[in-house]
């Protein structure tokens, strides 16, 4: 293939893969959509799934690609004998179908990548499977029905996706240079007003310079009757005055323009916005899918509810929405939602309920809240965990309230699990949320009631571009406290402020509220610029349910805000969430409230365990390697000498137990598929005993089903790691939490 043709193909393909991504959606949502449906509604969604196949087929042989084209001839050929009743669907015809589905969106995200051998031969694998389906039995007498299937019930958001005849598909990368340009415009306005200002007090310094030397002239011209000098009095005088005419003009003429640039700007600014708007259906439609997946891996029945799907948000902010989304969604089935026979046994239905919902907020927010009605969040297992993980000390975890102790979970590491797989229990998925919410300027809150159920609250901005903000100086710096964070901005004298407990407080309406000197929070040294004699001003904000008034030596005002990012070099400081640019060109930072409220409560900085749990393990700690294979032992044996363990190892279980009565050891690292005693039965003994009871136990096994994790945990296990998805880092990291 020449050159041009080759680069035609390439065109073609990056257009093929927006197209294929369309299908490929309506297709998922069909799949999920079948599994709830009646036989009613079922055949006109298998017409859907089939006619989406069909072109998805059609457009991947216009762009050469055989193996999307030869994955949906299968679906269409699966789809076809459903239509005419020659087959009849199951779960394990459907799960069959994800799988494909994955790949197909793999093949067709990066159209141009040649595949690797293993992706070919799961592509493949995934493609027999499809044509066993048709090729088998025409019904399978051994498999459930959809109609009757045990599978989760899913309730997706009602509505349909609009079709290409109401919607325009435009490279983003074309809209974010529009934005970027409609970003500088703001700074544009910011600095031609600062002009219009200056030139203002310019104009006003002139004329009373031109008022002072009238005076001047008046008294001298009356001690002196020099005519020339006279004249030349005269003739400064009618240029001054000259001056000062054309200085009020371009100070009327600069006002004006500044007022039209700002309207242009804001008009501009939300038109391009508006580009970027999509309904939350782009970002929950996925989702219905993730909650299936989730639960069919435990073993549990979920629905998920979505509301207020049709709103739209920044498609940044959806993006960066995404993962947060899917660790909650993870959480709800991991520690929410029971198993069926569980929940039945506590009077709920079978099948659990989680529920997405959006709503508007004033200032150019969004609330999103993720609900479940599962086991809820036990305070008491948050205090313990806290305390096993030196997040805070035994003494301070007593006194903590329900909330604050439930609030505890956002800590990197904490988490309430028995046990730690390669799937969950490393407390890492609500650190992540809770980073990924307040880089977008949100804020993220968590409300449970033990038996019935919990609910995670996310603010956050409509959009990432512009929002407003309070100015406030202090020791002769610039901040910005976000508007959605401020709940009122005051004054109050020093005799109003009290000492209650060792904490400075103020009278805000009948509630004595903390105050604190923002200064001695972001650590900045120098004079309070404060000119008000004993009158001081201070801006009351609100995070994370608390509410705290910051004490500042002048707030500058509100006005729009225009955001940017710190960069990737700083992308986490303490205090701050983000920058902005005045109108000289001076960087304002723009303040990070959740930060500095839970600084203000504590006295520390959030996630500061961290650094604890990073440190270097103590060394000489001896651990026991149980392993019947000579290489798997070896193998894990090296990597836990080479991270300065002293390392002992048993070819079986008895082996190990033996070695365990008769000596000392930190950890035990256990297979579980060994001859004489397995690592079940070892981690059971070994729970039972007295002595050894308190021993850590990781389990490194191929067994990798939902049943043998649950049977881990019942047995005691601490940590259980599939061996396909071993990574030394991971169990490096394990065993450091253990140890």
């Not at 084209?69 to 069959?96: G, P, V, Y």
């Amino acid at each position: 293939m020449d050159k041009k043709k080759e680069e035609f193909l390439v065109q073609l393909r990056d257009t093929f893969r927006e197209e294929a991504s369309e299908h490929l959606a309506a297709i998922t949502a069909g799949l999920v959509a079948i599994e709830r449906a009646d036989d009613d509604e079922r055949a006109s969604i298998v017409e859907r799934v089939f006619r989406e196949a069909h072109s998805l087929k059609g457009a991947a042989r216009s762009v050469s690609l055989p193996s999307v084209e030869t994955l949906c001839q299968e679906l269409e050929r699966i789809f076809a004998a459903i239509q005419h009743e020659e087959l009849k669907l199951s779960t394990t015809m459907l799960d069959s179908i994800h799988v494909a589905l994955e790949i197909l969106v793999t093949l067709c995200g990066d159209p141009c990548a040649s595949p690797s051998p293993e992706s070919k031969g799961k592509e493949l694998q995934a493609c027999a499977a499809l044509k066993q389906i048709v090729e088998g039995a025409k019904v399978l007498p051994t498999e459930t029905p959809v109609a009757a299937t045990t599978a989760p019930r899913i309730v997706a958001a009602r509505g349909a996706a609009p079709s290409e005849r109401d919607t325009v598909r435009v490279s983003t990368r074309k809209l974010d240079a529009i934005l970027l340009e409609a970003e500088e415009l703001v700074g544009a306005k910011l600095a031609g007003i600062g002009r219009a200002a200056e030139l203002r007090m310019l104009a006003a310094d002139l004329a009373d310079w031109n008022r002072q030397r009238v005076r001047r002239s008046s008294r001298k011209r009356r001690g002196c009757d020099d005519t020339g000098e006279s004249e030349s009095i005269e003739s400064e005088m009618l240029y001054t005055r000259t001056l000062e005419n054309s200085l009020r003009k371009m100070v009327e003429t600069a006002l004006e323009d500044a007022l039209s640039l700002a309207a242009i700007t804001t008009r501009l600014l939300e038109n391009t916005k508006k580009l970027l708007l999509l309904p939350c259906s782009y970002l929950l439609g996925a989702f219905p899918k993730v909650l299936r997946d989730l639960a069919r891996e435990q073993g549990k029945e979920a629905e998920l509810l979505v509301e207020g799907e049709d709103i739209e948000i920044d498609r940044r902010v959806l993006d960066e929405l995404k993962d947060p989304l899917i660790h909650l969604l993870r959480n709800c089935v991991d520690h929410g939602i029971e198993k069926p026979d569980e929940r039945l046994k506590l009077g709920k239905q079978s099948c659990g309920s989680v529920t997405i919902s959006v709503k508007t907020m004033e200032g150019n927010l969004i609330e999103l809240t993720v609900s479940d009605d599962g086991a809820g969040i036990e305070a008491d297992k948050v205090r313990k965990a806290a305390v096993r993980m030196n997040v805070i000390a035994a003494e301070e975890a007593a006194s903590l309230t329900e909330a604050d102790a439930t609030r505890l979970i956002f800590y990197s590491g904490l988490s309430t699990s028995p046990i730690i797989t390669d799937l969950s229990g490393r407390g890492l998925g609500l650190a992540i949320v809770q980073e990924k919410v307040e880089k977008l300027g949100g804020t993220v809150s968590v409300t449970s009631t033990p038996g019935a159920g919990t609910t995670f609250r996310l603010i956050v901005p409509i959009s990432q571009v512009t929002f407003r903000g309070v100015l406030v100086s202090v020791v002769g710096r610039h901040f910005v406290f976000p508007t959605s964070n401020v709940v009122r901005v005051s004054r109050v004298k020093s005799g109003e402020i009290k000492t209650i407990e060792n904490r400075q407080t103020i009278a805000v309406g009948d509630e004595a509220m903390s105050l604190v000197r923002l200064r001695d929070v972001l650590e900045l040294s120098g004079q309070d610029g404060c000119t008000n004699g004993n009158t001081r001003q201070v801006v009351v904000v609100r995070a994370v349910d608390r509410q705290i008034a910051f004490l500042v030596d002048e707030v500058l005002g509100e006005q729009e805000v225009l955001v940017k990012s710190l960069g990737r070099q700083l992308t986490r400081v303490r205090h701050i969430a983000s920058a902005s640019i005045s109108g000289n060109g001076t960087v304002i930072p723009i303040l990070n409230v959740a930060d500095l409220v839970y600084t203000a409560i504590t006295g520390g900085a959030p996630g500061s365990i961290s650094a604890v749990q990073d440190a270097a393990p103590e060394p000489r700690r001896r651990l026991l390697i149980a392993e019947d294979s000579i290489t798997a032992r070896t193998l894990v044996k090296n990597i836990l000498e080479g991270a300065g363990y002293e390392v002992t190892t048993a070819v079986d279980g008895m082996d190990a137990l033996t070695r365990l009565k008769s000596e000392s050891f930190n950890l035990l690292v256990s297979d579980v598929d060994m001859p004489r005693m397995n690592g079940f039965e070892l981690t059971a003994k070994i729970r039972a005993d007295k002595r050894l009871g308190e021993l850590p136990v990781v389990l490194v096994t191929a067994l990798g089903s939902q049943k043998d994790r649950e049977y881990g945990i019942e047995v005691g296990a601490n940590a259980y790691i599939v061996k396909s998805d071993f990574d030394q880092g991971n169990l490096l990291e394990i065993i450091r939490r253990f140890l």
